[in-house]
């Protein structure tokens, strides 16, 4: 379907918005009136930029507070819409956005705002202008898209029809199932938002933390199947006030708002083909479909990167991993242990502490995935492969780390075949990369939010809160519904990032082991040395747990943590960190699920005084 | 009074909290048990820590969950317990904080919970504990300071008391007159945090929107005196949960802190001798005062500090100020137009761009001013001065700008004549300094909005969000009852203090006139191109005001920017940005009370372009 965005989704200036919206492949803009009226062009400039661009301007937006009012009000209103409708002229343009009165309305009267909005469309059709009415979730009278409706039906004129915004009627929890009561005709425009779950005045909220479509936890797959089965064939257009994307790159937030939309028409799409699988095809919304694929069955790999990747050697030595060799043709080394593969690439990498710098996934069907990373126009990233080597399709995630993708096998990869002169697999009480943690800056996070589950059909798994020394750290969890795949998301206090502080970009690699105990003890004997953990936790866990005094000795001694919920038990250990990463172990115990988060403020203090 | 603070209100680790706390001049600290966990220092430790420093160790913090449960809940309740009551005594402590239940309580009965309390109580004077008992707002079941009372007297213990916290009973609207009925020796202890007026769920705005006295809506002034009435002579501690100052400096953190209690203390000693002016000097709680001050009068000068002040000069030239001549002891010049004294400094300036470094505010009394000052533990600034010049007292406020004051006079200040070898007055369209526009970094603005009021007796006036092509700026308001000083402070996007972005660092001086059209054609006459203002602007305004054509034909001829509302009238325009700073010309018609906040995005967007 085509597809348009709201200026005021994005940063810059009105030109810089065109061109981004433009270069991410969007077919039109919602024209926001502060980017025009703060704009040094003239309308005709707009006009012919946006031509230019082959962009559509399909919508100008907004104009408040037309309706409910008195008489005196009133002829107010139809000054300032002749001026506006005048200016839409000016700028080729013939939809304009009315919301329902928030400032001056004093009646509450269906039939009164109808026949002013009669009166309006009576003007606006002078000008070859339409009006499309939307309800506000905070509207004084008028806040529910069916009662915006019934206005406009009442109203019954041509130039008179409604917006659909997802977050107006979401927000207040309102069905939207009766949309699909509304004539095609009538329904001028749809916009697209969705949001975090807040509780919070919902003014604030829509102001201040729309997301794009993907990225929230509003059903904008299901909200946006309604107004298709209505009839609606016009533009799917992003309206999302955000804080953030208020001031990030341009073209980056608009490619990023474009792979939302994207990847909404096709899980829009099977929607509709779920609930009526025998629909004809005739009649379907021609929504662009992207090449399915299936949730990656485990890590293939995980890539560290540094001018001299000596320390974590040591590191994984210690920790039992098996040197496997050098590969052929590159300064890249391998290490394995269960079937946990880190490689550590010493090329291009001057001047580099060790960094988490890549992540492979294992896939069903690589071909698949590389379609589906196409069609979502993802940056790709680039390694040079040799003729006899297995070649390494990879996109680049939000925050600069690549992501590679491999065919599954049973046994170990292909790709293993190219190190050389290295040990056979030893056998260790390592089995399997249980997560990465990832840090990401606090600008891309909602990107990644997004980013993997549309790329890699991961999902997300909740949000919490961690106090450090230096602030609280948001993090989120992405994971294959299996748990086979699983990346915590960290997102570091701003002023350690505004700082630059290592401690707001420490990365870490988890390896799930089969009996911790056993290889903290070896992981010792061999020389390392955990993260220490204060004695006062130790203390702290007998109150909360009845452990018997033996075991929390074992645990202090092995500086091992612990926790437990009713499904199971979690034991975990640290390493120091290595530039940017350290590395933890761990055992789940019964179903345990978590990351021992209630953890983390202890590690992030004892971190802080390494 | 006796000052504590929780350490969870600072950021750092236990120790460099504790010594912040004693630094700033608090008398104790409440122990928030995740950072005693967090240490590597023993409890005994900790508890000589606190000796050499002359802390007490005021209240151990929070025991969560411990009533309102079944038998084999409250079983674990007493386990965990003893463990803390141990503890507690080896860090020299007899008194923890219980809140009510949010988790784990089952049985919604006054008596049940008080029984348990009762219980708990008698394990606690095993251990020589004192139990202070808090309802939470979000308690499961008591979630109101009178019922956590009710079950208080019912649990009928001398080792139970309640805990008073000024969020949890003033977030929720509770009154809290009805403190005054608690006898004195069953308040145990008093927690105080302000919080700004937020319409969201309670717990998010109270783990993170917390602030100090005098930074929100609260009337903490008056919550004090009920609690002071009811014979409460405890400390007043602090617990503020803010998501900021976990963030920041830990040592300057708490100094703002023990600031924000000096004012309290004083604030709450006037409240209570207006209440009951005969009142009885030796019931009266010990609060410490303030010397009184009262607002300034004006400002008595502007002071812009650069490698080069040329840039500015022919500026001020331009816009019709007199030089005034060059200091005779320093590299520093006065120009003034009207009561608008401006100095350019370029004393100690290298590589400085043009920025606003000072403000002199002309006060009745300097001697109340400057003991005031050292009353609440300002950091001094200093100016070399010499034996027959004017002596400058002033402080550094939270951003770094310098704070002047000297006496008002009604004619120029006695100061002027230390400048030499300049022109006399001439007459000007320029009267006074309409306000001085700071960008403040977000680190401290809630800071600087209890210093301004604290030092000076202003007030604050209403926050706006402003947009702009970088992101919103968050504008608050502070100024003198009378108007006569008026100082917005902007807090730039974060993304825009990250890069260092000048835009990010705007200051602007406000200049009002007598006749604004007048002064622009004066000043273009001079030389002065104001700030280019869009047509498209023009267009919009003779849309929403009806504005005669010729009027809006002569704003944008001179790029006069205009706003009106019910009380009058506001016509200014800007000069461009000189390193950090540009100059703002405004006329105020009738009573127009604002600074033209709808403008300000069509500012800040054609500022971008300049």
Not at 245 to 255: G, V
Not at 364 to 389: I, N
Not at 552 to 570: K, N, P
Not at 597 to 605: D, H, K, Q, S, Y
Request: aromatic fraction near 8%; glycine fraction near 6%; include cysteine.
């Amino acid at each position: 379907m085509k597809t348009s965005i709201a200026t005021v989704c994005l940063s810059g200036s009105l030109r810089d918005k065109l061109a981004a919206a433009s270069a991410a492949g969007f077919d039109g803009v919602e024209v926001f009136e502060p980017d025009l009226v703060a704009a040094p062009e003239s309308p005709e400039e707009i006009r012919a930029l946006a031509d230019r661009l082959s962009l559509t301007l399909d919508l100008y937006q907004p104009m408040r507070d037309v309706e409910g009012v008195d008489e005196a009000e009133f002829a107010r209103v139809l000054h300032r819409a002749e001026a506006k409708f005048a200016l839409m002229q000016r700028l080729g343009m013939d939809l304009v956005l009315c919301c329902s009165n928030v400032a001056t309305a004093t009646v509450d009267d269906d039939g009164h705002s109808a026949a002013q909005l009669r009166a309006l469309g009576d003007v606006a059709a002078r000008y070859g202008v339409r009006i499309a009415f939307e309800a506000l979730a905070w509207g004084r009278y008028i806040d529910d898209y069916r009662r915006a409706w019934r206005v406009v039906k009442l109203a019954d004129h041509p130039a008179v029809g409604v917006c659909l915004d997802s977050f107006h009627v979401l927000s207040r929890g309102h069905d939207p199932v009766e949309i699909e009561r509304i004539p095609a005709e009538k329904i001028f425009f749809l916009q697209l938002a969705d949001a975090p779950a807040l509780s919070m005045d919902v003014l604030s909220w829509s102001r201040h933390h729309r997301l794009f479509p993907g990225e929230g936890a509003f059903d904008l797959v299901g909200f946006v199947a309604h107004v298709l089965r209505a009839g609606y064939r016009g533009p799917l257009s992003l309206e999302v006030f955000n804080d953030t994307f208020r001031q990030t790159d341009t073209a980056r937030t608009a490619a990023h708002a474009r792979r939302s939309l994207r990847w909404l028409e096709d899980a829009v799409a099977r929607r509709l083909a779920e609930d009526a699988p025998g629909a004809d095809a005739v009649a379907a919304p021609p929504l662009s479909r992207l090449t399915a694929v299936t949730p990656p069955r485990g890590f293939d790999f995980v890539e560290i990167t540094a001018e001299d990747t000596s320390p974590i050697e040591a590191l994984l030595q210690q920790a039992g991993f098996t040197a496997r060799g050098r590969h052929r043709t590159k300064p890249v080394t391998l290490w394995s242990a269960g079937t946990a593969r880190i490689v550590l690439n010493e090329q291009h990498a001057r001047g580099t502490a060790p960094r988490l710098s890549a992540i492979g996934f294992a896939v069903d069907d690589p071909a698949a995935q590389s379609a589906r990373a196409q069609e979502l126009d993802t940056p790709a990233a680039y390694r040079r492969t040799y003729a006899e080597e297995v070649p390494l399709p990879a996109v680049v995630a939000p925050d600069g780390t690549e992501l590679y993708w491999a065919g599954y096998t049973e046994g170990e990869p292909d790709w293993v075949v190219e190190f050389e002169h290295g040990d056979p697999l030893r056998p260790t009480e390592i089995g399997v990369v249980d997560h990465l943690s990832l840090t990401e800056p606090w600008q891309v996070v909602d990107e990644t939010v997004l980013f993997y589950p549309a790329v890699f059909a991961l999902v997300s798994a909740g949000s919490t809160d961690v106090p450090s020394p230096r602030g609280l750290v948001q993090s989120r969890v992405l994971c294959s519904p299996d748990g086979a795949v699983r990346i915590p998301l960290n997102v570091a206090p701003p002023i350690v990032a505004e700082q630059g502080r290592a401690d707001g970009a420490h990365q870490h690699v988890a390896l799930r082991c089969h009996d911790i105990v056993a290889l903290a003890r070896q992981a010792r004997d061999r020389g390392l040395r955990p993260l220490r953990i204060p004695a006062n936790y130790y203390d702290d866990l007998a109150a909360r747990f009845d452990l018997p005094a033996a075991q929390i000795a074992e645990l202090r001694d092995l500086d091992l943590v612990y926790d437990r919920d009713a499904t199971g038990e979690y034991l975990h250990f640290y390493t120091a960190t290595v530039g940017q990463v350290f590395f933890e172990f761990v055992e789940r115990r019964g179903a345990y699920d978590g990351y021992g988060a209630g953890n983390a403020p202890v590690r992030l203090a004892a971190q802080g005084v390494e």
